[in-house]
Nanobody, 124 residues
Framework: QVQLVESGGGLVQAGGSLRLSCAASGRTLSTYTTAWFRQPPGKEREFVAAISWSDASTNYVGSVKGRFTISRDNAGNTVSLHMNSLKPEDTAVYYC?????????????????WGQGTQVTVSS
């Protein structure tokens, strides 16, 4: 069992920035591929970004490329999502999820463990 804790959500104006963090309670994330998903109000959960544990390769959904950056600290304890140039359409609950494989899949069903989510609201 892996317990994930997200932090860093909040309210920001359009064009602003936020950094989300994901940590695993009592263990390192260094052997897990970690992803961020989001669920906008009234919509399905969607993939945002992922980072592979094996080579730190990354994968992003097209709508956030160039604005969001996923990274992990050297110890592998925390995975962050740096969000810049935020838009109102980025408003959602953001979830951290992990899987044991190395592939940065975009499918929610491929991730075994999930955090509780953190709200990000971008005002226009």
């Amino acid at each position: 069992q892996v317990q994930l804790v997200e932090s860093g959500g909040g309210l920001v104006q359009a064009g602003g920035s936020l950094r989300l963090s994901c940590a695993a309670s009592g263990r390192t994330l260094s052997t897990y591929t970690t992803a961020w998903f989001r669920q906008p109000p009234g919509k399905e959960r969607e993939f945002v970004a992922a980072i592979s544990w094996s080579d730190a390769s990354t994968n992003y959904v097209g709508s956030v490329k160039g604005r969001f950056t996923i990274s992990r600290d050297n110890a592998g304890n925390t995975v962050s999502l740096h969000m810049n140039s935020l838009k109102p359409e980025d408003t959602a609950v953001y979830y951290c999820a992990v899987r044991s494989g190395t592939y940065t899949t975009t499918m929610p069903s491929h991730y075994a463990y999930w955090g509780q989510g953190t709200q990000v609201t971008v005002s226009s």
